[in-house]
């Protein structure tokens, strides 16, 4: 069972430290180490990890061996100073649009000072889009949330995830108290978040202030018209120490006869907690940096005579910097002649305002009033509004806007915008449609059918990097915000060495090849969303494959974070009517690079059904049956999500296998007959606990086998005799075999291999580790039966002829990024000969000769891979 406990966070403010034992699930993202080493320098993260040590152990730090760097020191120590000490705020602060609003990226606002790093919101995509822009993730300690949707926390578990495994020691969430119940449900699948302090400082904590500004979140409540009476009870109806089982059964009508019960009812956390979700709340954030003091204009001191240059200047420019007159030489010297007047400290605002029913409270809000015109506190520099043009459109919110001072500037983030977030996405995509156009095409931009509306005042529309500087002046700063032309990216591919012949002489070939027997049969259509591991990232999206399976029938196979905003850029404005052909999910495992999407796919294809007009229906989730604590948490306290699945739990899928409930039984056949399959199997692959892939034959007789995480697996080969298609996950390249083991993954050989025996027609290889971001190492083993996936690949069984053809082309495209793993390649196995070799005077034993130190290879590394475990834990622990 699980533990509860509070206990007082050592923070400025009074936030509370919320402790949870509860693991599930032990690796919460496939092959984490992996992408850290990628995307954080070496350097970094054993800084990063050795601080958190330093910090908490009474050890001295050994400077000779683990000397924290020079920048890292002075912050610390700067930081020090300035506690409490006035008229000290920051020289620098900007704020900054991630996400600008847009369908696929949702409103995220990063805040910049020496001294503290802020994020307001963190929708789906926002780590990728940092990832992909540079803005380090590293340093964030602040990360503050404006309602309890989907849309702003839908990217907070990865997050949470990536500030711990980078070694961030400690990191504060503002906003809507549910965030401790949010934080909660992310344990059901992440396992303890031990190495990270979360807390939580809800909007009923007094105003907060750190070395850059204050900060006063202000609550919002809305009357909202009929919550909770479409599909969940009210909270009042719930019995408050209901049983999650029982809960469970409740919105689910049986819940498809969770034979995982026992593992559920335990796993369950919040179990007697009443529900608590809100969605009447949203918090707005008034944030004042801190007063700083003039400048001392040295030039205009050396005019009057001061000793500018001696060591007498010292006292005298604290003096005049705090607003006194000083008298030297006789001459009475004011502050205002020989200093820039002192900064009060300019105040920002963040507002969201999601729907009309929020209109009147936040219009007539007290605290927000006194950074307008008349108000108290002077004006506000800048406002942020996350509000959709239907609430700009509305006089109220328009009157509200008016009444700020007109200096003061207005952002506007919703999907109202003309912005490229992914540019790298749109890059790739761009160079690898010249090699196909049907397998690679073009992405595409989600655009809105609403109008812009006509404001009163001057604002400015939200763009991808967009600045506003608050310090050292107000300033709109543009030279961020991404250039996307594909004209350009279409060029430097050009440009490339023997890049257009292998293109033109691929293109002779395909047309050769579907000349004898075309490019038809549009269906099966299997499109590729997201073929990297572990975590989003610029190149490649985490884990999600959409099996078209006739012109108004889909299944998707995992859907880890951003598959939305995948589908968005892959079908633009057609999304809503692909989401609302899709009837099944299958989630492989509950790793978060396998899952953390499906809430958004949930809510948005009830959206996409609305606005196509067609009858909502609850979508068949193929899961393990731990999803459900995760969905139970999740819509018990933050956000209603129950009545869109009729869950199937993966193992009643599994061959010999009944499942006990009629409902489940139903809910197979009525699935089986919507997708038009004769079967859909499941097997126990070799991963984690719970872990499945998944066999689905159609009535016309092909068969798609879908291998999820898994080493090498018989029951996966037997489960894909002869199929038509296998994708199998390949996360780890040639000659890291004692990798794979260790993280229970496949290299390409052996994937290959598990084709092979299986005497699949074709393998597509995905989930690629993200140190193979472009394109994974060719293996030996590559024949013309194997094809490499890529994001926004989209693949019919007649282009498996084709797919090999390709090869010569990507390889010319990427014969940088190949030369550079395989020089990575042979300086390992050097080092693995040089170690080798080494083994055999430790060992003393007299035995030489290179043959020997190649089998002393591996027994050589054991021990020292042990030692970095050992000290890779002894850090965790500390
Ligand atoms: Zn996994
Ligand atoms: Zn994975």
Not at 193 to 205: F, G, M, S, Y
Not at 400 to 409: C, I, L, V, Y
Request: hydrophobic letters at 35%; glycine letters at 6%; aromatic letters at 6%.
């Amino acid at each position: 069972m699980f533990t509860l406990k509070r206990a007082p966070f050592n923070l400025k403010s009074s936030a509370w430290l919320l402790f949870l034992k509860h693991p599930i699930v032990s690796n919460s993202q496939c092959t984490f180490s992996v992408w850290a080493k990628t995307i954080f320098p070496r350097t970094a993260v054993h800084r990063l990890r050795n601080m958190a040590s330093n910090a908490s152990s009474n050890q001295k730090p050994d400077m000779k061996r683990s000397k924290p760097p020079k920048e890292t020191l002075r912050h610390v120590k700067t930081r020090e100073q300035r506690k409490n000490v006035g008229l000290h705020g920051p020289a620098n602060v900007y704020v900054q649009v991630l996400g600008a609003g847009s369908r696929d990226n949702g409103p995220s606002l990063y805040v910049f000072s020496e001294y503290n790093r802020y994020l307001f919101n963190c929708g789906e995509g926002t780590q990728r889009l940092m990832q992909e822009h540079k803005v380090k993730a590293a340093r964030l300690d602040n990360i503050l949330l404006t309602r309890m949707n989907w849309q702003n926390v839908g990217g907070l578990s990865g997050m949470i995830l990536t500030l711990k495994d980078t070694g961030v020691p400690e990191c504060v969430l503002s906003g809507p108290p549910q965030l401790e119940n949010f934080v909660d449900a992310v344990r059901v699948f992440s396992g303890p978040l031990d190495e990270i302090k979360i807390a939580v400082r809800p909007h009923t904590d007094p105003q907060y202030s750190d070395n850059t500004m204050t900060v006063n979140q202000v609550p919002i409540f809305a009357k909202l018209k009929g919550v909770g009476q479409r599909h969940s009870p009210s909270p009042t109806r719930n019995s408050p120490r209901h049983s999650p089982l029982r809960e469970l059964r409740r919105p689910m009508d049986g819940a498809g006869g969770i034979a995982e019960g026992r593992e559920e009812r335990a796993a369950s956390p919040g179990g007697g907690q009443r529900d608590s979700r809100d969605p009447s709340l949203v918090v707005a954030y008034v944030c004042k940096l801190h007063p700083k003091k003039g400048n001392f204009l040295v030039q205009k001191a050396k005019e009057l005579g001061l000793p500018v240059g001696t060591s007498a200047i010292g006292p005298i420019i604290a003096a005049l910097k705090d607003g006194k007159t000083v008298t030297y030489g006789g001459k009475e010297i004011h502050p205002e002649e020989v200093c820039t007047p002192t900064d009060p400290g300019p105040v920002f605002i963040v507002v969201e305002c999601p729907s009309e029913e929020f209109i009147q409270p936040l219009c007539t809000n007290q605290v927000l009033s006194r950074y307008q015109r008349s108000g108290a506190e002077g004006s506000a520099a800048l406002v942020v509004h996350m509000t959709p043009e239907s609430v700009l459109e509305n006089d109220g919110y328009k009157r509200w806007m008016e009444r700020f001072a007109p200096s003061t500037e207005h952002l506007i983030l919703n999907e109202q915008v003309c912005t490229v977030h992914n540019v790298r996405s749109h890059k790739i995509q761009a160079q690898l449609n010249l090699i196909h156009k049907e397998i690679f095409p073009e992405l595409k931009n989600c655009t809105t059918k609403d109008k812009q509306a006509s404001l009163h005042v001057p604002n400015v529309r939200a763009e991808c990097l967009l600045k506003f500087q608050l310090r050292p002046k107000f300033e709109w700063q543009r030279d961020a915000i991404p250039m996307c032309d594909a004209s350009e990216f279409v060029k430097e591919a050009a440009e490339l060495p023997a890049f257009m012949k292998e293109v033109d002489e691929c293109k002779q070939q395909v047309m050769d090849l579907t000349n004898k027997a075309g490019r038809e049969g549009k269906y099966p259509e299997v499109v590729f969303l997201g073929t990297g591991s572990a975590l989003p990232m610029k190149t490649r999206n985490v884990s999600a494959t959409l099996l078209n399976i006739s012109p108004n029938q889909s299944v998707l196979l995992d859907c880890g974070e951003g598959t939305f905003g995948q589908l968005c850029r892959h079908y633009g404005d057609k999304v809503d009517e692909v989401l609302t052909k899709l009837s099944t999910v299958f989630v492989s495992h509950m790793h978060a690079d396998h899952h953390t999407g499906l809430l958004n796919l949930l809510l948005q294809r009830e959206r996409a059904l609305d606005s196509e007009g067609k009858p909502f229906s609850p979508i068949y989730l193929v899961a393990p049956g731990q999803i459900m604590p995760w969905l139970h948490q999740y819509h018990d306290h933050c956000q209603e999500i129950l009545h869109h699945v009729n869950i199937i739990p993966s193992w009643f899928l599994t061959p010999g296998v009944e499942a006990p409930r009629q409902k489940t039984k139903s809910f197979i056949q009525s699935m089986l007959k919507k997708c038009d399959l004769e079967r859909f199997q499941t097997c126990s692959v070799r991963h984690c606990k719970n872990a499945f892939a998944c066999s689905l034959t159609h009535r016309s007789g092909w068969q798609l086998v879908f291998s999820g995480d898994t080493m090498p697996c018989d029951a996966l080969v037997d489960m894909g005799k002869n199929a038509t298609l296998l994708i199998h996950e390949a996360t780890l390249e040639d000659g890291l075999e004692e990798e794979a083991v260790e993280k229970r993954h496949s290299t390409t050989s052996q994937a290959i291999d598990v084709g092979m025996k299986m005497n699949a027609e074709f393998i597509m290889l995905n989930h690629f580790s993200q140190r193979y971001a472009k394109i994974p190492i060719f293996s030996a083993d590559f024949s013309d039966k194997v094809g490499i996936s890529f994001d926004h690949m989209s693949v019919r069984l007649s282009d498996f002829r084709i797919l090999p053809k390709l090869n010569p082309p990507l390889k010319a495209l990427f014969a940088e990024e190949i030369e550079e793993m395989e020089e990575r390649r042979e300086k390992r196995e050097l080092k693995q000969m040089k170690e080798a070799a080494m083994e055999v005077p430790l060992n003393g034993r007299a035995v030489g000769g290179a043959s020997d130190g190649a089998h002393a290879g591996p027994s050589k590394r054991e021990p020292e891979e042990e030692a970095a475990d050992m000290n890779n834990k002894r850090l965790k622990v500390s």
